[in-house]
């Protein structure tokens, strides 16, 4: 049901129609322009909250990657001696620990954004869309601090730049939609399901080693590869590796399996969030 609030003369008060619920469910997407303002200091309030009374500030970006690195890097590149595709290890590594961190950041906070945002939620209106795409746009930032490092370390390293690195802008749209895709559907089963919270850890855990970030998918058996490409992160990572290092992706044209999961899962998740939406202030 909804409600139209029609505008008339200063001396008449105004009139308040009730329509019937619309058959079908409308995405309405034009409402994240309207409230596009509002989506920014989301965002904004985000990062600042992140930061906020922090000894390392932004230093954290750079942190977390650069730990798993190192360890990926004595344990799989030295240790192990996977092969890396020619390129040296730490490069490989972080080259896919970027999409990576990216796509964890939007899994644990978008899951959590529509609760702990609940008192929001339940006072005014806005497009509840906006709260998990601000949960997702926050991590750009950290993206793009990792991105930097990533560039000096290929310097120091001395592996060059291809023409494959226009297509930069384009994978990082990808793996933006890969995260939001995944988010949008946890944080409208966390409203009604808060064991989505305790599954987090693991899911974040499992999903990690499931994806080629540490190895190449080169060492996946050639039987089992179709199922590694189910895995909308093998695509991200591996575009990615194609793009800033000029790594051919052994999966060839089983990546296509990762383009069409991640539209499955954001066009589902979207119909899914606009269903749930109008009882998000009632279960909260």
């Not at 290929?154 to 890969?178: E, I």
Request: charged share 10%; proline share 7%.
């Amino acid at each position: 049901m909804s409600t139209v609030l029609q505008q008339n003369p200063a001396s008449q008060p105004p009139t308040i129609e009730i329509l019937p619920p619309r058959r079908g469910i409308s995405l309405d997407l034009g409402d994240l322009w309207r409230y596009r303002e509002l989506l920014y200091f989301l965002t904004w309030r985000d990062i600042k909250v992140r930061y906020k009374q922090t000894a390392l500030g932004v230093a954290w970006a750079l942190l977390q990657p650069l730990l798993a690195t190192v360890l990926f890097t004595l344990i799989f590149g030295y240790f192990l001696e996977l092969p890396s595709g020619g390129v040296p290890y730490p490069v490989f590594t972080l080259t896919a620990l970027l999409p990576w961190q990216l796509f964890a950041y939007a899994l644990n906070h978008s899951s959590q954004s529509l609760v702990e945002d609940r008192n929001l939620i339940t006072k005014i209106y806005f497009p509840r869309l906006i709260i998990p795409f601000s949960s997702v746009s926050a991590g750009l930032l950290d993206f793009a601090i990792g991105l930097i490092f990533l560039l000096v370390m290929m310097l120091v390293y001395r592996v060059p730049l291809t023409w494959q690195v226009l297509a930069l802008p384009g994978l990082v749209a990808y793996a933006v939609l890969a995260a939001l895709s995944v988010g949008l559907w946890l944080s409208a089963l966390n409203v009604q399901y808060r064991d989505v919270r305790y599954t987090l850890p693991f899911l974040t855990q499992f999903w990690m080693y499931a994806t080629p970030i540490a190895y190449s998918a080169a060492i996946i058996p050639e039987g089992w590869r179709w199922l590694a490409c189910l895995n909308p992160m093998t695509g991200v990572v591996e575009g990615f590796r194609w793009a800033l290092l000029g790594i051919p992706s052994p999966l060839g044209g089983l990546l296509w399996i990762s383009v069409v999961v991640v539209i499955v899962l954001l066009v589902s998740g979207l119909y899914y969030f606009k269903r749930m939406e109008e009882r998000f202030a009632d279960v909260i």
